[in-house]
């Protein structure tokens, strides 16, 4: 399946505010800073709710781009900038509020005895015990936002058994209530309506490791992008660099600021859909639904039911910034027709994106795509067989030669000389 690129007409029609940090971007990168900053603004819009399936929702997503080594997925960490003012300004505050009580016990044999509270931050690193998560999140007025350029530091302690929160992340994504109780440390935590957003990137090996399974219900909730091709080398010295660093610095006062109002709201906000955009959103996911079934794999069934939940909340992020000088004023935002139709139309591509990606992971001993790829040879055949196939599937050489290596050590196939291999 294509892993095609975000489409031109979405970048034309964007709010200004993701206009104005994608415009000096280009071809993959563009659709990193896009799909990235997206992922980092999900968790910088409290006070705003939806209705969806029964349940409030609020805007938090998780991202996650695959790419290879030296491919620019690098740029990612232009967003972090978006939500840093509000991280330190939350954090700042909550150690001087820790210090005045410090020094409160200090001073006062009554109140000797008090807990002070917590540190307070905004974006969790992913190298936390499972028990810090509880501590963190449960402290959290309005959310964590995990964001790692490297994937496997979050993998690495989802399988440590002291750090092992991948439930905690399959949860929060429908801010389901979290309890921890540990006699031993004595922790307790209890946390209603968790509210976590991620923005992960890595190469194909670390994804694995990750995920583990397609099956775990994780990589359901990811919005997935993901690509083959490598970077070639930019000019590290360009004006341009240090214009787009500007570009995003300059839109972190605005979200500093809006963020400020909505946290001081009362009452939530309500976002929705009107009555025809719900008919033609249950049309549109009724049909590929059907369209799944019928030409691929019934198992990708989650992912695309919870593809409608990413792009119900991605409506909510670009409608909240078309209309974010007039947030704090109202207590309904109805979902515009035309941040509908690019939620609409992103939701469809990243859909091909999460596709490609589940048939690369490993359920058993092969992917799906791999047993196509090797049903397509003849029993005994050449490297060329195996690139013309790839040419058919859009799959790169490089890729290509890497599923080959991966066919030998599996011993699905074996070597017969330079060039020919021979299945088993």
């Known amino acids: 399946m294509e892993r095609r690129l975000i489409s031109k007409e979405i970048y034309k029609n964007l709010p200004e505010e993701l206009k104005s940090i994608t415009e000096s971007f280009e071809g993959r990168e563009k659709d990193i800073v896009l799909m990235s900053s997206i992922g980092v603004l999900s968790n910088c819009l409290p006070n705003i709710k939806g209705?969806?399936?029964g349940d409030d929702v609020y805007s938090n997503l998780y991202v996650l781009i695959v790419a290879p080594p030296a491919s620019g997925k690098g740029v990612m960490n232009y967003s972090r900038i978006l939500i840093d003012k509000i991280h330190n300004?939350?954090?700042?505050?909550s150690k001087a509020e820790l210090i005045l009580?410090?020094?409160?016990?200090?001073?006062?044999?009554e109140s000797k005895n008090e807990v002070c509270p917590n540190i307070k931050i905004k974006i969790l690193p992913a190298n936390v015990s499972t028990a810090e998560v509880y501590s963190f999140l449960g402290s959290s007025e309005?959310?964590?936002?995990?964001?790692e350029s490297e994937a496997d530091t979050l993998s690495s302690m989802l399988n440590n058994d002291w750090s092992n929160y991948s439930d905690v992340l399959r949860k929060a994504w429908h801010h389901e209530p979290l309890s921890i109780s540990r006699k031993m440390d004595s922790v307790f935590e209890e946390i209603s309506e968790p509210k976590l957003s991620m923005v992960i990137s890595g190469t194909q090996n670390q994804l694995q490791p990750l995920i583990k399974s397609k099956d775990?219900?994780?990589f359901s909730r990811f919005i997935v992008y993901s690509f083959d091709e490598i970077a070639e080398f930019k000019n590290v010295f360009a004006v341009k660099s240090k214009e787009n660093r500007i570009a995003f610095e300059n839109l972190s006062n605005d979200i500093f600021n809006l963020y400020g109002e909505l946290?001081?709201?009362?009452?939530?906000?309500?976002?929705q859909f009107t009555e025809n955009q719900i008919k033609r959103f249950t049309s549109r996911f009724k049909y590929i639904r059907a369209f799944i079934i019928d030409k691929h794999s019934e198992a990708f069934l989650s992912n695309l039911n919870r593809h409608g939940l990413i792009m119900f909340r991605i409506s909510m992020i670009l409608t909240a910034l078309?209309?974010?000088s007039k947030l704090a004023e109202t207590e309904t935002l109805v979902c515009t027709n035309r941040d509908f139709l690019i939620a609409l139309e992103l939701t469809d591509t990243l859909l091909r994106h999460s596709q490609f990606t589940f048939d690369t992971i490993e359920s058993g001993v092969l992917s799906i795509q791999d047993e196509e790829i090797l049903d397509e040879l003849r029993d005994q055949f050449?490297?060329?067989d195996v690139l013309e196939v790839g040419i058919k599937r859009n799959i790169p050489k490089r890729t290509i030669d890497d599923k080959l290596s991966q066919f030998q050590k599996k011993r699905f196939i074996k070597k017969v000389k330079k060039g020919v291999f021979k299945k088993l």
């Open 51 to 53: 209705y969806y399936d």
């Open 89 to 93: 300004k939350i954090l700042e505050d």
């Open 101 to 109: 009580c410090e020094n409160s016990k200090k001073g006062n044999k």
């Open 142 to 147: 309005h959310g964590l936002l995990i964001m």
């Open 216 to 218: 775990n219900g994780l």
């Open 263 to 271: 946290s001081n709201l009362k009452k939530p906000i309500e976002f």
């Open 322 to 324: 078309r209309f974010k």
């Open 382 to 384: 050449t490297r060329q």
